[in-house]
């Protein structure tokens, strides 16, 4: 198995700078994708990462490091609007599909 | 250009019944999933097709539920027999090839 764990919920403050940290357990993945997934709806994309290092894309980056085998999504200048569920998901191509970590609840507060 | 679309976007059901949800990807996308989602719960994945390849069933929690891909698009879940442990979101995801998938809203079913 691949024991994807996510904290389940996290609370922030407009404006501030969030951390949510996937942490797995696998033998071997192609990529790690960030979703972001409002109440109601489909899963939206936001990054993946194949290397090690920092993808940087406008408030959002995401980090990897296989060797510790973690992963984390940086939002920053915090918005109301960034109040939503955050998945992470391995990219294991022998099998072509994406398993997904439960998700972090964040909720962006005033 | 048009997302992936799924229809119902509601189903209300009763215990028994059989159910058919359809799932009309991106125009051009290979790959089709099939994911579940419950209440407060991460994504489980239900079943992958690539293009004429046999499809990866091994995420159906039962033979129950069985899915088909016509023509290399359109897809139809089929869930026989609905039991309230059934009820969830049901997520259709497609891709170019593999990798960066696109959902389409996901139909609600609810098995009274």
């Known amino acids: 198995g691949q024991n994807i764990d996510q904290p389940t919920e996290m609370t922030a403050t407009e404006g501030a700078i969030v951390q949510i940290n996937c942490t797995y357990q696998t033998s071997g993945f192609n990529g790690l994708f960030w979703y972001q997934q409002h109440a109601g709806e489909a899963p939206t994309f936001l990054s993946y990462?194949?290397?090690?290092g920092l993808e940087e894309k406008g408030r959002f980056s995401s980090f990897l490091s296989r060797s510790k085998g973690y992963s984390y999504l940086l939002l920053k200048e915090l918005q109301m609007k960034d109040s939503a569920s955050y998945l992470c998901a391995l990219f294991t191509g022998g099998g072509n599909k994406l398993t997904f970590g439960t998700g972090t609840q964040l909720k962006v507060e005033l | 250009g048009a997302g992936v679309s799924q229809s119902p976007s509601n189903k209300v059901t009763e215990k028994g019944k059989d159910v058919e949800l359809r799932c009309d990807p991106i125009?051009?996308?290979?790959?089709l999933y099939w994911y579940r989602q419950s209440l407060g719960q991460g994504l489980e994945f239900l079943i992958y097709f690539q293009g004429n390849s046999a499809p990866d069933k091994s995420g159906l929690p039962s033979d129950r539920f069985s899915a088909e891909r016509t023509g290399g698009s359109v897809s139809t879940l089929t869930i026989q027999r609905t039991q309230q442990e059934d009820s969830a979101v049901y997520l259709c995801?497609?891709?170019?090839?593999?990798?960066?998938?696109?959902f389409g809203p996901g139909t609600r079913l609810t098995v009274l």
């Open positions: 990462n194949v290397l090690d």
């Open positions: 995801a497609s891709s170019l090839s593999s990798g960066r998938e696109f």
């Open positions: 125009s051009g996308h290979t790959a």
